[in-house]
């Protein structure tokens, strides 16, 4: 009699071995499962929006570094460059300064 | 000589360039005409859609690099002539009745100006950030020193091919070789010859209105927020730049005659009072 049971739990559990490996094998848990293609699309946006934005900082980094470079050279120049050479002539002027 | 005249920035522009036609004389003449253009768009208080008007609009404002540019060069030469250059006279201007460009201004009115405007304005600058806050209630008007930095800039442009000289409505910037230029005195004109830098004119002779019988003009005193009352008709000052040429005619002109001539340092000044006298300081002296 206890043989018996014995062998019915031993088949009932191999049973339930096999149909759990079997849903396991089925369930093909090494494959990716398919992705939403807008969502591929939308990171691989994302991807590029940034290595963009990188590179557009990297301009403004340069040209911002480049005009206040530009800005303290013209300041300086502004405030401590000589007053030019001027001198009193007597030909016809090109132009001529007033009120403005 | 190869010539340019168009209209711009409320005033006559003449761009002069000393050499012979060839694509790159016209290629550098045009490029200097668009980039006074493009300055005149970013830098005019008479465009309500330009960025100076709505920085005046808006208080704080995230500029670009041209008005960040003249607003700090304004700022550094009110604290230069401790404040007789100054940027916020916007509204004691408009008080004044500059109120639209000047050629729209009614030369006479029976409208009296309005009470004086405080000047001297706070204004934070923040270069990082390319920001700019004005104090509530302040407005700039970049009008002269605009003028001259668009000169300077033209001139920039302009003498990668030759010695040039632009003539922006008076503000003259100049590069490359001697030029003769003229300067309106009490009986004639006296001419001035430089081959670098820049001269400008400031006085009340051209740009003056009548309101309610009294007479106005653009050149505003910050101390008293009207137009200045001294003894000087209009002061002319050759200096390193068409812009700084303006603010030190400015300033000597709201310091009149006598303060006048003894604060031009190495500039060549020429100052014409309003009895009619013709004074020459500075290294004219």
């Given amino acids: 009699m206890t043989s018996h049971v014995v062998r019915l739990y031993a088949a009932a559990g191999t049973l339930a071995a096999f149909f759990l490996a079997w849903a396991g094998i089925a369930a093909r848990p090494w494959v990716e499962p398919p992705r939403d293609p807008r969502l591929v699309a939308m990171e691989q946006r994302e991807q590029r929006l940034q290595r963009d934005a990188t590179l557009v900082q990297q301009v403004v980094d340069r040209r911002w570094a480049a005009y ?4 303290a050279q013209r300041q300086a120049a502004a405030t401590a460059a000589p007053a030019p050479p001027v001198r009193v002539v007597t030909l016809p002027p090109v132009a001529t300064t007033r009120s403005s | 000589m190869l010539r340019r005249r168009f209209q711009a920035m409320g005033t006559q522009i003449e761009l002069v360039l000393d050499t012979r036609p060839s694509a790159t004389a016209f290629r ?4 200097a ?10 830098l005019t208080r008479f465009d309500p859609h330009s960025e100076l008007s709505r920085l005046n609009e808006l208080g704080t404002m995230v500029v670009g690099p041209a008005l960040l540019e003249v607003v700090e060069l304004a700022l550094d030469a009110r604290q230069r002539t401790r404040g007789r250059f100054d940027p916020t006279v916007h509204n004691a201007l408009v008080g004044a009745g500059y109120n639209r460009t000047f050629a729209q201004v009614p030369r006479n009115s029976d409208a009296p100006p309005e009470a004086p405007a405080r000047c001297a304005g706070g204004i934070r600058v923040d270069g990082e950030t390319s920001t700019i806050e004005l104090e509530p209630g302040v407005r700039l008007d970049l009008g002269g020193i605009a003028k001259g930095y668009a ?3 033209a001139a920039a442009i302009l003498a990668q091919a030759g010695p040039c000289l632009i003539d922006a409505g008076g503000d003259i910037a100049l590069r490359g070789r001697p030029w003769p230029v003229g300067v309106e005195t009490s009986d004639g004109t006296l001419t001035l010859e430089l081959s670098e830098g ?8 051209r740009r003056h209105w009548t309101r309610a019988g009294a007479e106005q003009h653009h050149l505003i005193d910050p101390a008293t927020g009207r137009p200045a009352e001294g003894d000087l008709l209009r002061v002319t000052v050759a200096a390193a730049s068409a812009a700084e040429a303006e603010v030190q005619a ?3 002109f709201l310091a009149g005659a006598s303060a006048a ?3 031009a340092s190495n ?3 020429v100052l014409v009072t309003r009895d009619g006298r013709t004074l020459l300081a500075g290294a004219l002296a």
Avoid: C, I, Q
């Fill in chain 2, 267 to 269: 500039d060549a000044v």
């Fill in chain 2, 28 to 31: 550098a003449l045009a490029a």
């Fill in chain 2, 198 to 205: 820049g001269l400008a004119t400031s006085g009340r002779d």
């Fill in chain 2, 261 to 263: 001539l003894e604060e």
């Fill in chain 2, 151 to 153: 000169a300077d800039r």
């Fill in chain 2, 33 to 42: 005409e668009a980039d006074l253009r493009r300055l005149e768009r970013f």
């Fill in chain 2, 250 to 252: 400015k300033t000597l």
């Fill in chain 1, 68 to 71: 206040r470079a530009a800005l």
